[in-house]
Each structure stands twice: as structure tokens, then as C-alpha cells.
């Protein structure tokens, strides 16, 4: 059975990276995301008289493995697939047909989304479709605030929203600007995230 180490399991995934590199971008993430202090027993954090009101009171303070569902976990996890499926300066670049100091301007001017690791540049490549970059992204870019999580930003411009409705139903943020739509709706959203 082939594994995230096996570098036809990442291709077959869409990532184009060695299992080495992979691995990087994985730990790059973890240590963006993940606290280095262990989750803390409320028992010692709390005195025996706080412990038994909050306990009489029916919380619930024994130390629990969440396993699958901690979210420091499974955000880190997608913050490594979004890292390992981005692009580089080079590959957007080559993409877009222009050279890379104008994508790093781009980035500069808050005008593409990107985020710095180690090894330069990674762009999530939900910004681009096969003519180029989202029609009025840079507008969209610069309205988000700088000090969101890139997994946020993933997020909202790929998940549906009531506040983008459709003749088929809602869209996402991305969606709506590769449909031609009016980007004044989608950089308002961008200013309240």
C-alpha cells in the first residue's frame, strides 16, 4: 500500500514534491501551529476549591486525547497540504508568463497571497485558473487582513456562502470571481474576515 512517503502516492495527490521536501513543508506547519507547550492539566493549573466548583457545576475536567478531531492537529495537517500543493515564484511565473520579481512584487504589494517558508514563496494555487490569476484577486488580496492564518484564507475563498448566492445555489468566494461576477461583494466579505 503506497504511503505519503512514497513519491507516486504524493504525484497521485497532486503533490509535486519529494517525500524529503514533503516532509519539511509537514514540520514547517507543525511548528507554525502547534503550541510547544503540552496541553496543560486543569487540575494543576487550578486550585482544589476551583476544580470542585467547576466539577459540582458539571464540567468535565479529566484529560482527554481528541485524537482525529484536535483541531491543532487537522489544522496543522491542512496547513501542510496547502503548502505542499502551492506553487512556487518560479512555477506561478512560468504560469502567468512573466518573471518571478513580478510575482515577489505581487506578493510585496499584498496583491497575491502567499505565504514565506523556509525554502521562498509558496502560493495556495486556488488564486489562479487556466488564464491566470482570479479576475480582480489583487482587490480582493489587499482587503483581507494580513495577520489571517493562511488555512483561514484557504478556507473562506473556497467554501460556499449564503452570502453569495447563485441561479445553482451559493458559492465561494473563488467561485464567484471565476464567474464573472462583481467582486465588490467578495472584497466587502474580505474586509469583515
Known amino acids: 500500500m503506497a504511503t505519503a512517503a512514497d513519491p507516486r502516492w504524493l504525484q497521485d495527490h497532486g503533490i509535486d514534491l519529494a517525500p524529503e521536501a514533503f516532509l519539511r513543508l509537514v514540520r514547517d506547519a507543525v511548528a507554525r501551529i502547534a503550541s510547544p507547550q503540552p496541553a496543560s492539566d486543569p487540575h494543576d493549573d487550578l486550585t482544589p476549591a476551583e476544580v470542585e466548583v467547576l466539577e459540582r457545576g458539571g464540567f468535565d475536567l479529566s484529560a482527554r486525547d481528541l485524537g482525529d478531531a484536535d483541531p491543532v492537529a487537522r489544522t496543522a495537517a491542512e496547513f501542510a497540504a496547502l503548502l505542499a500543493t502551492s506553487a512556487s515564484t518560479a512555477d506561478v511565473a512560468e504560469r502567468l508568463g512573466v518573471d518571478a520579481s513580478r510575482v515577489r512584487q505581487l ?30 484577486l489583487g482587490e480582493v488580496v489587499a482587503a483581507l487582513d494580513p495577520a489571517l492564518h493562511p488555512v483561514a484564507v484557504h478556507r473562506w475563498f473556497t467554501t460556499r456562502t449564503d452570502d453569495l448566492p447563485a441561479e445553482h445555489g451559493p458559492l465561494s468566494p473563488r467561485d464567484w470571481l471565476r464567474a464573472g461576477y462583481p467582486p465588490a461583494t467578495v472584497i466587502e466579505l474580505a474586509r469583515h474576515l
Open 107 to 136: 506578493l510585496g504589494a499584498n496583491r497575491l497571497f502567499g505565504v514565506r517558508s523556509d525554502a521562498g514563496w509558496r502560493i495556495p494555487t486556488f488564486q489562479l485558473t487556466d488564464r491566470g490569476l482570479l479576475p480582480a
